[in-house]
């Protein structure tokens, strides 16, 4: 952007008159002097917008959207192991979800109780340092595990049905064909 810039003359002061009341030569009588920086044009180009009249300024933000998750997994000892079970629905007995969730309170198992408000506590901590929780849920859910111990060839071996997708895991499977649950 041009902006107009005029520098008043310091031989008349702006009056185009000497203080013997003759004109100014210094300013060919307009009470300005010619400058160099414009040339005598009484315009400045903008460095910043290079003379073209358009400045943009703007502010980058940056939004990342992120789902957090934790799992725990509460009497566990049937033998089968706790990774099998992250992809694994169950029976749903206690579902929340607000702004805010609260620790689950008067659950029949006391480790479930408490760590709804461990898990809710770490997340607290752990996500509100940089970023903003617009939601929270808490869900509970009962995953029937059924262990089955069977004999083959005079060997002992376990297998496992699990979950509403009813997943079957033979780690110790004694063959590698042949074999069909119903």
């Not at 002061?13 to 210094?26: A, L, V």
């Not at 003379?51 to 998750?69: A, D, H, P």
Request: hydrophobic letters at 30%.
């Amino acid at each position: 952007m041009s902006v107009l810039m005029q520098k008043v003359c310091s031989g008349c002061n702006g009056s185009c008159q000497h203080p013997d009341n003759e004109s100014c030569d210094k300013c060919d009588y307009r009470g300005h002097e010619k400058c160099s920086s414009c040339s005598g044009s009484g315009f400045h180009k903008c460095d910043t917008c290079d003379g073209k009249g358009q400045l943009l300024v703007f502010i980058s933000l940056e939004v990342k959207w992120s789902t957090e998750k934790d799992d725990y997994v509460a009497q566990d000892s049937s033998g089968l192991r706790q990774e099998k079970l992250g992809k694994i629905s169950g029976k749903e007995v206690f579902k929340d979800a607000q702004i805010t969730v609260y620790p689950v309170m008067g659950f029949p198992d006391v480790s479930v109780a408490q760590a709804s408000e461990r898990l809710i506590r770490d997340h607290q901590v752990k996500y509100t340092k940089d970023s903003r929780i617009l939601q929270q849920r808490q869900t509970i859910e009962l995953i029937t595990i059924t262990r089955v111990n069977y004999t083959w060839k005079e060997k002992s071996y376990v297998y496992f049905v699990y979950g509403n997708e009813l997943k079957v895991n033979a780690d110790d499977y004694p063959a590698t064909c042949c074999c069909s649950v119903m």
